[in-house]
């Protein structure tokens, strides 16, 4: 409900020059979801790590557990961008915002040459307006106590603006899982580690990348639980829009 408001809301400010007014509405749009999982779900946050952020530009690279941790980054980070396939263009005048945003949508029906093209359009937007963007290195939300394969995009992204790239891990998969409908009370942790500068080695980094911050959501994790800390397990990535759901060994 809040979100088909804030999209008409928003409809009459897309016509003015710059984004400002766009984005100052999306900010309010975040805030009253977060409002809302901390009073309908029990869902409280918890932001970490704040002193790593670096100044000027830099890429966000974060675990994705869930529909809701975007809502508790997007706050933390002014002038953030981020990174979306053009499916979500489908829905009535969401591209519009998207573009106000500054998003980079990537072309994902135009093959492998066009997705490069449209990434490449989008970091030369973003760098020139020093922006932060962004990123889900994974490509998939994933279950809590596992990991996908980590996608080499946030190394080529990092490369080609020259900028360090934040690690990001959480444990709010705990409290809202992946596009589970079903919410938990709890404390999600949203936690910024160190920056990481992507190097010419992109093997290397992929790895460093995966580790860190897969540690550190298992860290989280287990924080949550009151538990000891258990690695997270690499699985194969869900089929083209499916869930993954490897307790029940499948995916839905």
């Given at each position: 409900m809040f979100s088909i408001l804030y999209v008409l809301v928003t409809l009459p400010a897309l016509i003015l020059p710059g984004d400002t007014v766009v984005r100052a509405l999306i900010l309010s749009y975040v805030k009253s979801m977060r409002w809302s999982l901390r009073v309908f779900a029990g869902i409280r946050h918890e932001i970490r790590g704040r002193d790593n952020l670096p100044d000027g530009p830099f890429v966000i690279a974060a675990k994705h557990q869930s529909w809701g941790d975007g809502y508790l980054i997007y706050p933390e980070i002014e002038s953030i961008a981020f990174v979306t396939?053009?499916?979500?263009e489908k829905f009535p005048f969401v591209g519009k915002i998207l573009q106000k945003l500054g998003a980079i949508v990537i072309d994902t029906c135009g093959g492998?040459?066009?997705k490069a093209a449209s990434l490449a359009e989008g970091l030369e937007r973003i760098r020139e307006d020093g922006r932060r963007v962004l990123i889900y290195p994974e490509?998939?939300?994933a279950p809590v106590d596992y990991h996908f394969r980590?996608?080499?995009g946030v190394w080529h992204m990092a490369n080609g603006m020259k900028v360090p790239v934040v690690p990001v891990a959480t444990n709010i998969g705990l409290y809202w899982s992946q596009e589970d409908h079903q919410k938990k009370p709890g404390m999600a942790v949203v936690e910024f580690l160190p920056p990481m500068e992507a190097g010419e080695n992109k093997s290397a980094f992929m790895s460093e990348l995966t580790h860190t911050i897969e540690t550190a959501t298992?860290?989280?994790v287990a924080e949550g639980r009151n538990t000891a800390v258990k690695p997270t397990v690499l699985i194969p990535d869900p089929a083209k829009g499916?869930?993954?759901?490897p307790v029940s060994g499948h995916v839905s």
């Open positions: 396939g053009d499916h979500l492998g040459e066009r490509g998939h939300l980590y996608k080499a298992a860290r989280l499916e869930v993954a759901n």
